[in-house]
């Protein structure tokens, strides 16, 4: 569905060229829950970015159901967007003087054409969709008046609004505490089962990766694939530093030669995480 071959991205700043992405292929199949990890600044973001079509600044290919995006043209990117991509962001971008019901049927203001929706036809959608994420209660409420999980699921019932094929998700997670995360990684999995929506995650969060049915993961600008990939925990788990041994190492230099990236992490596979 989603196959990425040679993609490669750099950002120049102050004529300082950063290689982000060096050469990433993958492949997504319809139906899959995808975990993408990597350290902080490895690329995930850029590459969401390039799958989602919000940026067309790179090289490879990127081809999504047999089509090349880089050559659709700017009127068929956004409706590749709207008709098939669902966003979701570690913030969640409500607009607080809509109630949550107008927020979630936001994406038909954007719909034209074809796609066009009456504000009643919207309006209904949106209650439906607000039914999917259990909130129904909070049709009318302002979304200042609710939880961070509750703002979440407002952000993914406006992202199912357009019943997109596809979920694009960076660090969905990350501003909410491990309860809530767990509801809102019950969700993705629901979603993803009942109703066939692939799901890519960006995530941080171990719970998430260990949730997802295969993860990969970004080094040095690449993907290290399959189910035993490595989960890089490098940024909010420090390692504990050990006493120092009164006793010379066994091995000492074989320990200094490893370098840092390559210290052993733990195994995440599906049966780690979450029970669907
Ligand atoms: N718009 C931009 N301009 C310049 N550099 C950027 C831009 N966006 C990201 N970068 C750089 O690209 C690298 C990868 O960023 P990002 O994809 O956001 O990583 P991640 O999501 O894995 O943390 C980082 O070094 C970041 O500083
Ligand atoms: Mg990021």
């Known amino acids: 569905m989603i196959r990425l071959r040679g993609v490669r991205k750099s950002y120049t700043t102050n004529k300082v060229v950063n290689e982000v992405l060096k050469g ?4 997504i ?16 973001t850029t ?9 067309s600044h790179y090289d490879g290919s990127v081809e999504v159901d047999g089509k090349q995006l880089r050559e659709l043209d700017d009127v068929e990117i956004s409706a590749y967007r709207n008709q098939n991509i669902g966003f979701i962001f570690q913030s969640f971008y409500l607009l ?28 209904a959608r949106a209650r439906e969709v607000m039914e999917q994420v259990e909130l129904s209660e909070k049709c009318d409420a302002l979304p200042n008046t609710l939880s961070g999980g509750q703002k979440q699921r407002i952000a993914i019932a406006r992202a199912l609004f357009n019943r997109p094929k596809v979920m694009i998700c960076d660090e969905p997670t990350g501003n909410l505490d491990v309860a809530t995360a767990q509801s809102i990684v019950a969700l993705f999995h629901r979603l993803n089962q009942e109703q066939d929506i692939t799901l890519v995650i960006v995530t941080h969060d171990r719970l998430i990766a260990g949730a ?12 290290v694939d399959g189910s035993g990939a490595l989960f890089d925990a490098a940024e909010p788990e420090p390692e504990p530093q050990p006493e ?9 230099r074989a320990r200094a030669e ?15 995480g979450l029970s669907a």
Do not use: W, Y
Not at 29 to 43: D, H, L, P, T
Not at 48 to 55: F, K, P, S, V, Y
């Open 212 to 223: 997802c049915k295969r993860v990969v993961h970004i080094t040095d600008g690449r993907i």
């Open 24 to 27: 990433i292929d993958l492949d």
């Open 244 to 252: 120092p041994e009164p006793e010379p190492e066994p091995e000492p």
């Open 47 to 55: 590459l969401l970015n390039i799958i989602g079509a919000l940026d």
């Open 29 to 44: 199949e319809a139906g899959e829950f995808v975990g993408i990890v990597g350290r902080s600044g490895s690329g995930k």
């Open 96 to 123: 607080e003087h809509m109630t949550c019901v107008e927020n979630v049927a936001l994406p038909a203001v954007f719909a034209r054409g074809e796609s066009a929706v009456p504000h009643e036809a919207a309006l």
């Open 258 to 272: 490893r370098p840092l990236d390559d210290q052993p992490e733990p195994r995440l596979t599906s049966e780690a």
